[in-house]
C-alpha cells in the first residue's frame, strides 16, 4: 500500500507541476488536460485546456493533483506536503525556491529535532513541510 498525496489548484496545475519537478528533480509522468478525452464533451470551453490529471515522481514518492472548477475548489488546509531531506544544503535551497512568492509560516530554521525545519504555502496556495533530519550517530 502507498500513500499518495492529490492536490486540487484553482486553475494552474500544470505551472505548479512544471515549477515542483524543476525545484525537486522529479519527473512529470502525466499532464492530461480535458480537451482529448471523454470528459472534454462536458467541459465549458474555457476549461478544455486545464489540467484533469497530474502526476509527478519524485525518487519513490508520488504527487497527483488536477485543476477544481471554480465552483468546486476550495483553499488547501489542515494538512502540508511534508518533504524528508538528508541534505542541509539541498533543504535550504528546496525551501527557499518552493516558498518564494509564497507566504512564511516558519522560517527554515534549526530545532531539536532538526537541523532544519521550516512550513510555508508556495504561490500556488500549497502549504509544506521542510524537514532536515538530524544526523544519526
Not at 515549477?19 to 465549458?44: C, M, S, W
Request: with cysteine; hydrophobic share 40%.
Amino acid at each position: 500500500m502507498q500513500i499518495q498525496p492529490y492536490l486540487f489548484y484553482k486553475g494552474d496545475c500544470e505551472e505548479a507541476f512544471k515549477f515542483y519537478e524543476r525545484v525537486l528533480n522529479g519527473k512529470i509522468d502525466a499532464l492530461l488536460p480535458h480537451a482529448g478525452t471523454p470528459a472534454e464533451q462536458n467541459t465549458p470551453p474555457e476549461w478544455r485546456d486545464k489540467i484533469m490529471h497530474a502526476r509527478l515522481t519524485v525518487g519513490e514518492a508520488v504527487l497527483m493533483a488536477s485543476d477544481a472548477p471554480p465552483e468546486h475548489y476550495s483553499a488547501p488546509g489542515g494538512f502540508s506536503v511534508s518533504l524528508q531531506i538528508d541534505e542541509v544544503s539541498k533543504a535550504e535551497r528546496v525551501y527557499n525556491e518552493l516558498s518564494a512568492g509564497g507566504k512564511i509560516t516558519l522560517a527554515l530554521q534549526q530545532t531539536f529535532w532538526a537541523t532544519r525545519f521550516g512550513m510555508f504555502t508556495d504561490r500556488f496556495g500549497i502549504p509544506w513541510m521542510i524537514n532536515c533530519n538530524q544526523p544519526t550517530a
